[in-house]
């Protein structure tokens, strides 16, 4: 594509060399440059794209972005602008053509449920047609899948992968919508189909410093819908966002279990192997049973077959496909073993995640519940005593241990977790090591106990200063079984 299409609407402040140019790709990255392609340096809190112009240049860049004043290079054009983080998007969206004007694109936003809701949503349009997507886990384009590294990633990539999508005949693309994404200029220059916000409960304190901030960055998705808004009205913010959409020239609706909502879960019942309950659509009642365990997760399916319907499936379609839905990987994960032990690994890592699973096993738990949790390090250090709180208040046993501590000494986080425990009782034990504290937990194993392994899910390492170790909670579990006589 031509340099100057490339440029269109980017405000800059000087250009250095030729700009009737063709360019071939685009990367802020410059391990990943081609021949004939466009550099973007970006300035990130550790590592500056601006120190590896050279390197970029020996792969074959031909073209650089800057936003600070360097040295220049014959042959070699440099385009100076404001802020390049900012600029990108609109680059991206230049180079590939504005894809998401030719995609169906779904986000989902809130503190928990966003990974299920996504995973829901594509379950249940994929009948009917390709439904790319974007996430925690892993991003699919329609062909094949791709482990994730951010939740929402560089706005570069999403319409990277937009573009993909669209070439392998993806009619939509459901994505997590992350805070971080909101703030930190991902997904400019991106407009959404729909918009769906599941919860908001206190994390990422340590990014946005106050729940408010937190509240906002949130609130901004839903200004960048086309056509309809979704919240959870039974979240004190989900009907604060509601009613402020109402006020925009947008379709607007609510599900909930507790207040009257469009979609309404009634009549709810939880078992060890589906859950069921009674929707509510203008007072017309169906029956809704699915795989999908915890009392949390009703909210997750009810946005998802609120989004679907909404999106032009019929009610009857959704429900019947509601009842083969498959949970995601590291949320309600159950270890499979021949030793009758029944353990699973949950992703819940902020204080509410973790009392919502908490209470959804107890109706389902026969005995005791064991709960094996961490916190992150480098991360909301105001949710650790809470989160002790809610462990030892809602499960028989705790025992506390290492998560990924990043560059904190792993007591010190424990030590945190410790003050919110009461430590006249004796139901909690302290392991540092994570594969211990596993161990410790199969040992105390006593029939129709429950052993939930919190935090990290679906991660399959963990992470102690600048390196990142293979661990992954499932298969550790799964080896301490098989070597149990």
């Known amino acids: 594509m031509e340099l100057l299409k490339i440029l269109k609407d980017v405000e800059i402040l000087s250009v250095n060399g030729q700009v009737d140019i063709d360019i071939e790709d685009i990367s802020y990255d410059s391990r990943k440059v081609k021949q004939n392609s466009m550099f973007l ?30 040295s220049y290079k014959k ?18 969206k230049n180079f590939f053509q504005n894809p998401c004007q030719k995609i169906n694109l779904i986000g989902v936003t809130g503190t928990n449920g966003k990974t299920s809701t996504v995973s829901f949503i594509k379950q249940i349009l994929g009948y009917d047609c390709k439904v790319g997507s974007i996430g925690t886990i892993e991003i699919y384009n329609g062909k094949k ?19 993909e999508m669209i070439k392998n005949n993806c ?6 919508v992350s805070s971080h994404a909101l703030v930190l200029n991902r997904i400019d220059n991106i407009d959404y189909e729909a918009a769906i916000f599941t919860n908001l409960t206190q994390d990422h304190l340590d990014f946005h410093k106050t729940l408010e901030n937190y509240k906002n960055a949130k609130e901004k998705l839903f200004y960048k819908t086309k056509s ?49 309950y009674d929707l509510i659509i203008d007072k017309q009642k169906y029956k809704v049973s699915t795989p999908i365990l915890g009392n949390f997760n009703v909210y997750n399916t009810l946005a998802a077959i609120t989004t679907c319907i909404l999106l032009g499936v019929s009610c009857e379609d959704v429900i019947k496909r509601v009842q083969n839905l498959k ?9 499979e073993n021949d030793k ?58 705790s025992i506390i241990t290492s998560d990924n501590p990043r560059f904190e000494k792993e007591m010190d986080i424990i ?32 029939v129709g106990d429950l052993i939930i392994i919190a935090g990290k899910g679906h991660e399959n390492y963990q992470i102690k200063g600048n390196k990142k170790y293979f661990f992954d909670d499932k298969l550790i579990a799964k080896k301490i079984l098989d070597e149990k006589e």
């Open 415 to 446: 030590e945190d977790i410790l003050c919110g425990i009461d430590k006249t009782l004796d139901n909690y034990f302290v392991v540092q090591d994570r594969e211990d504290s596993i161990k410790k937990a199969i040992e105390l194993y006593e």
């Open 171 to 176: 009619k939509y693309c459901v994505m997590e």
């Open 228 to 276: 309809i808004n979704i919240f959870n009205i039974d979240d004190k913010v989900g009907e604060e966002f509601f009613n402020k959409s109402l006020n925009r020239d947008i379709k607007t609706y609510t599900y909930g279990v507790e207040k009257e909502a469009d979609f309404k879960a009634t009549n709810i019942k939880l078992y060890d192997d589906r859950t069921e």
């Open 340 to 397: 009758n032990v029944n353990i699973i690994v949950d992703y819940a890592h902020t204080p509410d995640a973790l009392l919502n699973i908490l209470k959804s096993a107890r109706l389902f738990t026969k005995n005791r519940i064991i709960l094996v949790f961490g916190c992150g390090g480098n991360r909301d250090k105001a949710k650790r005593p809470i989160m002790g709180k809610i462990a030892q208040q809602n499960a028989d046993i």
């Open 75 to 92: 042959g070699i054009t440099y385009i100076r602008v404001n802020n390049v983080k900012e600029v990108m998007a609109i680059i991206g």
């Open 41 to 70: 340096c970006i300035r990130g809190n550790t590592v500056d794209g601006h120190n590896y112009i050279d390197d970029a240049i020996q792969k074959g860049a031909i073209a650089i972005l800057i936003d600070k004043k360097i």
């Open 145 to 163: 899948t791709i482990t994730s590294i951010n939740t929402t990633p560089e706005s570069l990539d999403i319409q990277k992968n937009l573009n």
């Open 327 to 335: 949970s995601v990987s590291g949320r309600l994960d159950k270890v």
